[in-house]
């Protein structure tokens, strides 16, 4: 059994931070890229940033330098660091990631439950 829980949502100000984390746990071997994806109703998810296993990192275009992913050194936790947040930012956050369970055996996409994110004054 693979979980990812995510963490850290919640009701901030417009030019507010917040920051989300998501522990991955159960049978893993290894992981490999971890993302955040954001979503509101009615609208596709659409993917956040973006941070391999070997650091590298990938964001949307509308958020660069305002959002920033990192790992833990483990790298089975992953954060994603908001700042300046905007009522536009407000969603759903997912995190998702490719997890090996076994040595030899290939990656399966993992998603968690999802944090709410509201930007409001």
């Known amino acids: 059994q693979v979980q990812l829980v995510e963490s850290g949502g919640g009701l901030v100000q417009p030019g507010g931070s917040l920051r989300l984390s998501c522990a991955a746990s159960?049978?893993?071997?290894?992981?490999?890229?971890m993302r955040w994806y954001r979503q509101n109703p009615g609208k596709e998810r659409e993917l956040v940033a973006s941070?391999?296993?070997?650091?590298?990192?990938k964001y949307a275009d509308s958020l660069k330098g305002r959002f920033t992913i990192s790992r833990d050194n483990a790298k089975t936790t992953v954060y994603l660091q908001m700042n300046s947040l905007k009522p536009e930012d407000t969603a759903v956050y997912y995190c998702?990631?490719?997890?090996?369970?076994?040595?030899?055996?290939?990656?399966?996409?993992?998603w968690g439950q999802g944090t709410q994110v509201t930007v409001s004054s």
């Open positions: 159960g049978s893993i071997f290894d992981i490999n890229a």
């Open positions: 941070i391999d296993s070997d650091s590298s990192t």
């Open positions: 998702n990631a490719d997890i090996r369970r076994r040595i030899g055996s290939p990656y399966f996409n993992f």
